[in-house]
């Protein structure tokens, strides 16, 4: 047969594991308040840096597509450089501008030679790229420079005769 223990002579003694609580201890709403405010700002910091670093990672894709474009730039002034200061729309945003400039000739000594012998010029070669970024406008800018050989004179008809 059952034994029928009175429901008030079961519980535990709490002050004996949790001296200085009664039984009904529990959090209160201050102390839940408190902790939800703690966790509210530690994940407001935590998105506000995950905010920055896509953005320093959409700033950096950015610079690395202006330096590939004026990589390009660069390549093709450096081929046949025509002195003059241009500028264009490059797509997708960017913008480009080509600054070529002789900067100094060098030419062999003049023998009896005909025809002259041909020279060497110098070129100095800036290429910028910019492009809209979150309300500023960003640039990214190469310098260069080029030594391209002076195309050769050919002899005039009349000394290509005599």
């Known amino acids: 047969m059952p034994v029928h223990v009175p429901a008030s002579s079961v519980h535990f003694n709490l002050k004996r594991y949790f001296p200085g609580r009664n ?7 201050l102390e839940i308040l408190v902790a939800f405010i ?11 840096g995950a905010v920055e670093g896509l ?4 700033t950096a894709l950015g ?4 330096v590939a474009r004026a990589h390009s730039h660069l390549a093709a002034a450096r081929v046949t450089p025509l002195p003059g200061d241009t500028s264009g729309d490059d797509g997708s945003g960017y913008r480009w501008r080509l600054l070529v400039r002789a900067v100094d000739s060098f030419r062999q000594p003049q023998s009896r030679q005909t025809p002259p012998p041909p020279g060497v010029t110098l070129y100095a070669i800036t290429v910028w790229i910019s492009w809209r970024e979150a309300g500023r406008t960003r640039e990214v800018r190469l310098d260069s420079e080029s030594l391209v050989p002076d195309r050769p004179t050919s ?3 009349a000394a290509a005769k005599g």
């Not at 039984?23 to 709403?29: D, I, K, S, V, W």
């Not at 610079?63 to 202006?66: G, M, N, P, T, Y």
């Open 23 to 29: 039984r009904e201890a529990g959090f209160t709403l």
């Open 63 to 66: 610079c690395e597509e202006a």
């Open 155 to 157: 002899p005039s008809p």
């Open 38 to 48: 703690i966790a509210a700002i530690a994940l407001a910091v935590l998105f506000g």
């Open 55 to 58: 953005r320093a990672s959409r």
